[in-house]
C-alpha cells in the first residue's frame, strides 16, 4: 500500500480490500484511500451510494438505523484473507484516536463484532492526524 500523507500505519493484513472508518475526519481520509488503492468503502458499493443519495431525506434516527444495517451488510461481506483497513479519526468531544467505553458508534457496536465472529482479527489500523 503506498504511503498515505497524514496518517501513520500501524500493523499489517493480508490481500483484499475493505475500509471502515469512525471518528471526525475518517471518513474523507477512508475514501481517498478508497480512491487511489482501488478498495471499498461502503460508499463504493451500489447499496452506499443509494443509501447515500436517500439518507437526506430520512429523519436522523432512520438514516442511522439504515446505515447500521447496511454497516451489517457489509462487514459480512468480508472474508478469510481479505485486507481490512480500519481508519480512525479523533472522537468529536476528547479529541483522542480512541472510543469511548460507552460509544454507540458503529465500529464498536456492529462492524467490529461482525469481523472478530468471523476470525478477521489482523487489519490495519490507520490515524487521522
Known sequence: MPALRGAKVLGTAGRGGRIFYVGEGSEALARTIAS??????IFNTWYG???????????????????TLLSKVFAHGVRKGDEVITVFGRHHKTGL?????????????????????????????????
Open 49 to 67: 451510494a443509494l443509501a447515500n443519495r436517500i439518507s437526506p431525506f430520512l429523519s436522523k434516527s432512520r438514516s442511522r438505523a439504515m446505515w
Open 97 to 129: 484516536h480512541s472510543l469511548p467505553i460507552k460509544t454507540k458508534a458503529v465500529w464498536k457496536t456492529t462492524e467490529y463484532p461482525i469481523l472478530n465472529s468471523k476470525g478477521i482479527i489482523d487489519f490495519r489500523t490507520i490515524l487521522t492526524e
Open 36 to 41: 487511489k488503492t482501488g478498495y471499498k468503502t
